[in-house]
Structures are given as structure tokens and as C-alpha cells.
């Protein structure tokens, strides 16, 4: 390493030059190349290097290392995505950690970085902006945020099942039987480290969709939010999910939180909901002397009723097995997808409840759901008259395009495309900043970055460029530790030279005789 490379590291609070990590989420059959090429072409605007980064490539020289006992294939494109999966789950398996491979980039990313006079520590990489694709676990998200922080952002990429099916077939000649078992697997496969791309998606921090040349706009929109633009302001849809995330917060079952809007004809917000157990007289329960909830009660009546179930088909059958061995055995059944004997009401259900409290019209208004609604809820959105669902969580489990192929029409499906002259409800996948980054990306003085202002004291408004623009949340090159003695030590000085201005005033009031 060459003297001219070391340099002490500098430990600051604010770093306008500080590195951004992006990740890319799709499933199978996305042709992301459009996504990746815009991303880079965009942070450029803003003086960044792009540094492209795939997985795919570290599988490939682990088991060149690591014989995990399953060799890359790539005779067929199917055979080389397929080997591909193998091979990532596999090394998994051995590693028994789920975010194994994205371990391998966080320490090449380490090992490129200068290494600083100080010991042990290292440079950072000025207006340098990783792109990593692509992600298929929730734990590597989850790791990626570990590690970076606000600092690393994920971009779901939406792609319709028929798109996705036509890419695979049509573009990269894979059979029709082959790329629906590639996209089937995929999305979410029943081994301990397989593939999880659908849970890894509703993870996004912003979501786009391939849909023509919309998905340039998206990410243009984004990143200028990203650098500090203080004049974009939600979009309508982004709006509505941001109230319905925030809805969700109030559920206190024990399963998990989903939260719903309905709006208006007209775009007014007229009711929330959540999913969470009724009170009598109307409405949900809240917290307090006669909350009577699940986790009040201790125990999910569903999750009883289906061993309950369980236990009976096991004994009508004569069937000796014990009863938490054959619930596991029974997990991914449809067995073990009934959800009727809850005691919550769904989030869609309460917010459509909720306008028949108020008098609200929900007919001709548009539902958000931070899941895709189950076939239960679906029949009563039908029947109540709302004329477009949007959602950003898919749930496998529900029934509901199965059940209502004439009613409900999915984006990218066969009957998306069928011309029978039938009336169908869109249930469209969800478009824009996600609720999780709303606070910081919109928010004028709550983001966890720096303030925005939008107007000088004149009131005249302050000019926004990119190339003069820096990110707003920015990864800080230091600990919280070293931040903190910076503070301190800041603080001490301050008071030093307070102290020494003031004796020095003293002095000049007071002239020795």
C-alpha cells in the first residue's frame, strides 16, 4: 500500500459525499436490465460512480472453493438458473446462515476499501453507489440494514406473471413446463434456505413496476427524493398506503399487522382499518380496563381450532401420529390455510365496517391494503362496490382471483387480457415510495436526515440541482462511539475557549493598577 493511501479517517457528523447501497428485488423472469441500466445512469446526475454488484457471481466462485456438493450448469438457460438456486441454498445450508452470500459482498465491498493510518479502520468510498441485485431472502435485507443502516435502500421491481411466463419462454427459449416451475420456486420455496423472493419483495423501500417506460420516471422520482428534493410531495396512492401502514400499527394480534384505506370517489380518505378482534357496541378493541384481545386472552383461537382439527382427522383415521408432528407435516397444507375461526376482523372488513358506522359511501372507491386481501374479505370488496384494490404484500394463502375469476382481475393474468365484455375489479400491485421510508423521504423536518427548506427568508424558493445535491440520509463513515466523542469534544473546546474569552473580558474590566 502506497504512503499517498493512508490517511487518518475522519470522524464527523455529516458526510455529503457518503456512500449509497441499493438492492434489487424481482422475481424470476424479470427482465430487470431496463431498472439496472436507468439506476445507473441516474445516480450520475448526482456525481456518483455506480458500482454494479451480482450474487450470482459470488455463488459461483464460493463452490469453486467450498465443494457443497452441487455444480453450475449453464448447457440451457434453465439449467443455469436452476443450478444457480441450488447451489446458493446449498451453500446456505452449509453456512446455516439464510444471508450467507451477501455475507461474501459486504466483505468484498470491506476488502476494497483503502486501509486508514488508524488501526483497524478504513476509508469510505466517496459518491460511490452499490448496486446489488439480486436479493431473494429477507434475512439479507435484513443484514444489509444491520450493516448500512438508513444508508441502503431496496427497489422491488414489479413484474407481471404473464410478463415474467413470455420472458422466460419467449426471450430466453425456456420451456413453458420449465419456467413455471423456475417461478414457482422461486417465490417461495419449502426448504429452510431456499428462495423467498415474494416475502423479500414487500420489504421494498420503494416499489416500481415494468410497464413500458413508467419505471424511468419511478426511479428518477426516487432518487431525487433520495438527494434532498423539497418539492415532491406524495402521490395520491402513496398517500392512501401510508395511512393504511400506519392503521396497521394499531393491531395488536399476534400473527401480524395489516392495515387498510378506503378512498373515495371523489380522493377523499374516508375510513382505516386494521385487523384486530371487534368490541361490542362497534368497532375494535383499544387498550385498557375491558381489552379483551388475543394476547389478553393469550392464545390464537385459530391456531387452536386447526389442532383441534388436526387432532380429530387424526383419531376418526386411526391414525397414531404424535400431535406437533403431524402439524408440521401439515404446515404448507390448505389445511392449515383456514382462517375463519379468528377472532379479529381483517383490516379491509373493518374499514368498509367503518363507513357503514359513519355513512360513508364506500361504492366507486378504491381500497389499499398492505396485503393482498384473502377470498373472504374479497366477496364483501365486490359486494360493497369499491371499484380498484391495491395492495403491496401478495398473500399465497388467498383464493380470491381463484374463486372470482369473473369479478376480479389481476394485473399481467390471462383473464387481464380476456375480451368477454365482463366488468372486473383491478387488483393492482402497489407503485411509489413505500410506507417505511415515508417519514424520511417526505417529511420537511421528521426525516432522520437532514432538514429541508423551501423557501428563503425573502420568500422567494431555494433552487434544487442535482449536481449540487447530496443524500439526505447520509451512512456516517464512523461509529456512533467516535460520533460521540467528536460531540464531546466539540462541547469541551466550546467551553475552553468560552472560559478563555471570558477571562479575557474579565482582565480588560479590571486593568491590573
Not at 136 to 147: F, G, N, Q
Not at 163 to 188: G, H, S
Not at 380 to 406: F, Q, T, W
Request: proline share 5%; aromatic share 8%; net charge positive.
Amino acid at each position: 500500500m502506497k504512503d499517498a493511501e493512508h490517511k487518518q479517517p475522519e470522524v464527523q457528523l455529516a458526510y455529503p459525499e457518503a456512500e449509497i447501497v441499493f438492492g434489487l428485488v424481482y422475481p424470476t423472469g424479470t427482465d430487470y436490465t431496463g431498472v439496472q441500466l436507468a439506476l445507473e445512469n441516474y445516480i450520475k446526475r448526482f456525481n456518483y460512480k455506480p458500482s454494479r454488484i451480482r450474487l450470482s457471481d459470488f455463488i459461483g466462485t464460493i463452490i469453486k472453493k467450498i465443494n457443497v456438493g452441487v455444480s453450475l450448469n449453464d448447457s440451457t438457460e434453465a439449467t443455469r438458473i436452476d443450478t444457480l438456486m441450488t447451489a446458493g441454498n446449498r451453500l446456505c445450508e452449509v453456512a446455516k446462515d439464510e444471508a450467507f452470500i451477501v455475507s461474501a459482498v459486504v466483505a468484498d465491498i470491506s476488502r476494497q476499501r483503502k486501509v486508514a493510518v488508524q488501526p483497524n479502520t478504513q476509508e469510505p468510498m466517496p459518491k460511490r453507489a452499490h448496486i446489488l441485485h439480486s436479493l431473494k431472502r429477507p434475512s439479507e435485507v435484513e443484514l444489509l440494514r444491520a450493516v448500512y443502516g438508513s444508508g441502503f435502500y431496496l427497489i422491488g421491481v414489479f413484474a407481471s406473471e404473464n410478463d415474467r411466463f413470455q420472458y422466460l419462454t419467449r426471450d430466453k427459449n425456456i420451456p413453458k413446463r420449465e419456467a413455471r416451475r423456475l417461478m414457482a420456486r422461486d417465490q417461495d420455496e419449502d426448504l429452510l434456505y431456499g428462495q423467498r423472493s415474494r416475502k423479500t419483495f414487500e420489504l421494498a423501500d420503494v416499489f416500481i413496476h415494468l410497464k413500458g417506460e413508467e419505471y424511468k420516471q419511478h426511479l428518477e422520482r426516487f432518487l431525487d427524493l433520495l438527494f434532498g428534493n423539497p418539492y415532491l410531495t406524495p402521490e395520491p396512492d402513496e398517500h392512501a398506503m401510508f395511512l393504511a401502514y400506519s392503521a396497521s400499527l394499531r393491531s395488536g394480534q399476534l400473527g401480524r399487522q395489516v392495515g387498510a384505506a378506503i378512498r373515495s370517489s371523489s380522493g377523499d380518505i374516508i375510513a382505516l382499518g386494521c385487523n384486530d378482534v371487534p368490541a361490542p357496541g362497534g368497532g375494535l378493541y383499544w387498550p385498557g380496563l375491558n381489552d379483551a384481545r388475543d394476547h389478553i386472552l393469550g392464545f390464537d383461537s385459530n391456531d387452536l381450532e386447526q389442532s383441534n382439527i388436526v387432532q380429530d382427522l387424526l383419531k376418526r383415521l386411526a391414525i397414531k401420529l404424535d400431535l406437533k408432528e403431524a402439524i408440521k407435516l401439515l404446515k404448507n397444507s390448505r389445511l392449515m390455510d383456514i382462517t375463519e375461526y379468528g377472532r379479529a376482523v381483517h383490516a379491509e372488513m373493518d374499514a368498509l365496517l367503518a363507513c357503514v358506522r359513519t355513512g360513508a359511501i364506500a361504492s366507486g372507491g378504491s381500497l389499499f391494503a398492505t396485503t393482498f386481501p384473502c377470498h373472504n374479505c374479497t366477496r364483501h370488496i365486490l359486494a360493497a362496490g369499491i371499484k380498484r384494490v391495491v395492495y403491496i404484500e401478495p398473500y399465497p394463502k388467498s383464493m380470491a382471483h381463484k374463486l372470482h375469476k369473473d369479478a376480479v382481475e389481476l394485473t399481467g393474468t390471462r383473464e387481464f387480457r380476456r375480451q368477454d365484455g365482463r366488468s372486473r375489479i383491478p387488483f393492482e400491485p402497489f407503485v411509489g415510495i413505500g410506507p417505511r421510508r415515508f417519514y424520511d423521504l417526505f417529511s420537511m423536518k421528521m426525516s432522520s436526515g437532514y432538514a429541508i427548506e423551501r423557501k428563503k427568508p425573502d420568500g422567494t424558493i431555494f433552487r434544487w440541482r442535482r449536481d449540487q445535491a447530496c443524500p439526505r440520509i447520509q451512512m456516517l463513515p464512523s461509529s456512533y462511539i467516535q460520533r460521540e466523542k467528536l460531540a464531546g469534544a466539540k462541547f469541551m473546546s466550546t467551553i475552553e475557549k468560552l472560559e478563555e474569552d471570558q477571562r479575557g473580558i474579565q482582565r480588560l474590566s479590571f486593568p491590573k493598577p
